[in-house]
T-cell receptor, first 113, second 113 residues
């Protein structure tokens, strides 16, 4: 069965610290897609990144980077030099042969000034 | 570019009253459309999805229903609201095809009194 686990319910760091959000997934499919979304306090969900199972290259976008490791079924998200505006709930999600997204429970990230 | 509009932003309704939430997408044709519910402090639960006009799939048995009267219009309804229907409702769209990311509206905060 498909499953996404975000074991960190809440993380609190001081501004400018680096922080990594963990995501572990389960699927029997060889073809699948992984996603990260950000939900700021205002509520809307913002798409951040999509990764397919055949592309294990790590990705960097500004202060954001993603580490995809199939060997450990993980797709971790790192924010470098965190800022207060990064405070949000972050969701990891999986889509395989099933049509719908399987969502993690989310990690609430608090960046203190 | 594509945009998604969802309204109203907030809604307070008495128990037993009807509900109609509307979502429209612009800038694309034949999108997949989704309705999610998010309880406070929790992850997302898929309620309905649609791959075309008049085609609705329900994920969770409940007193809610969805309709897609036009290609880019998705409506969430209820004849009689329950207290348990309170939550944050999100509409999303995606291009058809495997692995396409979903893009979300701003959401509707529904409170049942």
């Amino acid at each position: 069965a498909q499953k996404v686990t975000q074991a960190q319910t809440e993380i609190s760091v001081v501004e400018k610290e680096d922080v990594t959000l963990d995501c572990v997934y389960e699927t029997r499919d060889t073809t699948y897609y992984l996603f990260w979304y950000k939900q700021p306090p205002s509520g809307e969900l913002v798409f951040l990144i999509r990764r397919n199972s055949f592309d294990e290259q790590n990705e960097i976008s500004g202060r954001y980077s993603w580490n995809f490791q199939k060997s450990t079924s993980s797709f971790n998200f790192t924010i470098t030099a965190s800022q207060v505006v990064d405070s949000a709930v972050y969701f990891c999600a999986l889509r395989d042969s099933n049509y719908q997204l399987i969502w993690g429970a989310g990690t609430k990230l608090i960046i203190k000034p | 570019s594509q945009t998604i509009h969802q309204w109203p932003a907030t809604l307070v309704q008495p128990v037993g009253s009807p509900l109609s939430l509307e979502c429209t997408v612009e800038g694309t044709s034949n999108p997949n459309l989704y309705w999610y519910r998010q309880a406070a402090g929790r992850g997302l639960q898929l309620l309905f999805y649609s791959v075309g006009i008049g085609q609705i799939s329900s994920e969770v048995p409940q007193n809610l229903s969805a309709s897609r009267p036009q290609d880019r219009q998705f409506i969430l309804s209820s004849k009689k609201l329950l207290l348990s229907d309170s939550g944050f409702y999100l509409c999303a769209w995606s291009l058809s095809g495997t692995g396409q990311p979903q893009h979300f509206g701003d959401g509707t905060r529904l409170s049942i009194l």
